[in-house]
């Protein structure tokens, strides 16, 4: 069949078909016409909720990533650094504050009365997270960082404390501190239900003062019954051993303090940081008094600190006899191996070397260590 043809016979259907192509022609034009009008009604009415009927003062919006989520199908089920940079050059978005959600593999344990019923339940522990800059201006708390263990309160900036004046347990008695230590006990009461805990006190400088934590315990009968340890973090503490031995479970050298009192030498001030030398051979044998003192007596000793962390140091701590480590987790593995494959015998010939040294830079050659530091 031509062309001509074709055409020709279309024609003919058409004229004998003219009601159902008008028809036809006017279900296309409404379908079409239809589709406009309810998008734009769409956009319409979008406009008018978000403006008229519910309108959004709030400038902050929060990012949900899908619940259900087929990976790439579905867009993904998580907001990765690549989507919050898409969200942060999308127009008009001034800042993008992360946010984290953590369900923690743990319960909080109630048992009580709820509404005159006996109830005993556990509840899944969940943490919000989120950016400190979003919340920095209504908490109104100052610097959100983290100073770090025995570092000034930035919540607190009045707080008396001092290397040589207010710290550890001599806090107990000044409220806000007072008042947080009774909230920790009563959480820790409540955890010495099933966990293996163990109190230990910082900063002790006299006897006295850990006899009136023991007595404050009292009211806690669960921690009462719980080890209490001492930390000898001062000069004065530490040549009382058997003071301790008679009133305490155990004694946690507190190195960090101990060393800053040792050497005089305030260590929160980098430029006195020449003077605060881990290596002096008199702070070698001054650990070495204490740990021998300490087995002479019967008493067990920890060592509390960065001290086993320091380059070199974890044997010399090892042939002194101390046994016992409160370090961070990540420092276990290579301490560990250390203790594992270190002998006895020889860690302790080591520390005698040491202890016999002159200077620190002996005891770092020694070590084998470079027997200058920064500042010498």
């Known amino acids: 069949m031509t062309a001509l043809a074709l055409v020709r016979l279309t024609r003919l259907s058409l004229s004998r078909e003219k009601k159902g192509v008008a028809f036809s022609a006017f279900g296309v034009a409404m379908g079409v016409g239809s589709l406009v009008f309810f998008v734009a009604l769409g956009l319409g009415v979008d406009k008018v909720v978000r403006e008229k ?3 959004v003062d709030a400038q902050l919006l929060d990012v949900v990533p899908p619940t259900l989520s087929l990976g790439a199908i579905l867009g993904g089920g998580k907001i990765d650094e690549a989507t919050v940079e898409r ?8 800042t993008v504050y992360r946010k984290m959600n953590v369900r923690v593999p743990a319960v909080s344990r109630y048992e009580g009365d709820f509404f005159g019923s006996r109830l005993r339940m556990g509840i899944e522990v969940l943490a919000v997270g989120v950016d400190p800059g979003l919340v920095k ?11 770090g263990p025995d570092k000034p309160i930035p919540w607190w900036p009045e707080a008396p404390i001092a290397p ?10 000044l409220e806000t501190i007072s008042s947080v230590l009774d909230a920790e006990l009563t959480a820790l009461e409540d955890m010495g239900r099933d966990g293996r805990l163990s109190l230990l006190v910082p900063y002790l400088t006299h006897p006295w003062e850990f006899e009136a934590i023991r007595a404050r315990l009292q009211r806690w009968p669960r921690l009462a ?3 209490l340890g001492a930390m000898v973090e001062t000069p004065a503490a530490a040549f009382a051993l058997p003071e301790w031995r008679a009133k305490a479970d155990f004694v946690g050298i507190g190195c960090n303090d101990l060393m800053q009192a040792f050497h005089a030498t305030d260590r929160n001030r980098p430029e006195l940081d020449r003077w605060l030398d ?25 060592i509390c600190g960065q001290l086993p962390g320091v380059p070199g140091f974890f044997p010399l701590l090892l042939g002194m006899g101390f046994r016992a480590f409160s370090v961070e987790p990540v420092m ?9 494959t270190m002998d ?8 005698g070397q040491a202890c016999r040294a002159s200077t620190s830079a002996e005891v770092r050659t020694l070590l084998g260590l470079s027997p200058d530091r920064p500042g010498r």
């Open 164 to 173: 040589l004046g207010w710290q550890g347990s001599r806090l107990y008695g």
């Open 87 to 94: 969200l942060s050059a999308i127009a008009g978005v001034e």
């Open 137 to 147: 201006k209504d908490v109104q708390m100052g610097d959100f960082s983290d100073p």
């Open 332 to 340: 276990i593995p290579t301490l560990g191996h250390i203790a594992r």
């Open 53 to 55: 009927v519910f309108p």
């Open 225 to 227: 019954r719980l080890p």
């Open 278 to 302: 881990p290596y002096a051979p008199a702070w070698l044998r001054f650990l070495t008094r204490l740990a021998e003192e300490g087995r002479g007596l019967g008493l067990p000793l920890r």
């Open 344 to 351: 006895a015998g020889v860690a302790h010939d080591l520390l």
